[in-house]
């Protein structure tokens, strides 16, 4: 692994900016790539001595994802990690959804996977090593009030399998993460939507956990850490649940 240059969607914060900063921490120059310039991310790496390049992009629209890729690789170097982690929430139950908030979170999630994926793979399969990390969630088992973000989240979960099989003999592994409650700005707008404290939210999943308590953005950073490390070269194709307990 010569080249330690990774990308990062969606990482402005949240689960993405943790992702973003462990890898740096781990010796990575990271893109920090999301819709609006994520400053703060990249602040905090450089000032912990790492690098990082903040590149702005729509994860839907294909010229910007190519454009966006194409500087990575003049600016850093070929990337060799892509995690896909932009996502978005539209919440509602299915008599009440409009077609548009089915179309933007099936296009974050699952266009902007495949945008990103087929632009790094170049990269990858030229120096036959890669890594491709996919943000997966819980709900993909289902979830009430959010057919568009589960149907999302369980099609990420194909599409992870299928590459690790099309990627395999390129040294490349294709894994997905599922987290389950994770502390973050999108949960807590959650809880206001559901007209709840954040932390009686909190609290009431966390009951609900066997290891008692809400998952942080450091969980994920830390499974993503593993799965982009040369170590984790046999482990590709896999849905790795990080909820702090077990899965239906």
Excluded: C
């Excluded at 170097?77 to 539209?90: E, F, Q």
């Excluded at 296009?107 to 945008?115: K, M």
């Excluded at 009030?145 to 490349?172: D, P, S, W």
């Amino acid at each position: 692994m010569d080249q330690r240059i990774a990308i990062v969607t969606g990482a402005a914060r949240g689960i993405g900016a943790a992702i973003a900063q462990r890898l740096a921490r781990d010796g990575f120059a990271v893109a920090v790539l999301d819709q609006n310039a994520a400053t703060d991310t990249v602040d905090t790496i450089t000032t912990a001595g790492g690098t990082a390049l903040a590149v702005e992009a729509d994860v839907t629209v294909t010229e910007q994802v190519d454009a966006a890729v194409a500087e990575v690789a003049e600016r850093l170097g070929p990337p060799t990690v892509l995690v896909n982690n932009a996502g978005i929430t539209r919440d509602n139950l299915i008599f009440k959804m409009a077609d548009d908030d089915w179309d933007a979170v099936i296009g974050v999630h699952l266009r902007g996977a495949f945008l990103m994926s087929r632009a790094v793979q170049r990269y990858q399969t030229e120096q036959r090593y890669g890594r491709i990390v996919n943000l997966s969630s819980t709900s993909a088992l289902g979830n009430r009030g959010q057919a568009n973000y589960a149907t999302a989240k369980a099609g990420l979960q194909g599409f992870t399998k299928t590459l690790a099989i099309e990627l395999g003999r390129f040294g490349v592994t294709v894994n997905a993460i599922a987290p389950g409650f994770i502390e973050t700005d999108m949960t807590a707008a959650t809880a206001e939507r559901l007209g709840m404290s954040f932390a009686d939210f909190k609290a009431g999943i966390a009951a609900g956990v066997p290891v008692g308590r809400v998952g942080q953005p450091e969980d994920i950073a830390a499974t993503a850490a593993f799965l982009v490390s040369a170590e984790a070269g046999y482990v590709s194709g896999q849905v790795i649940y990080v909820a702090g307990g077990p899965t239906d």
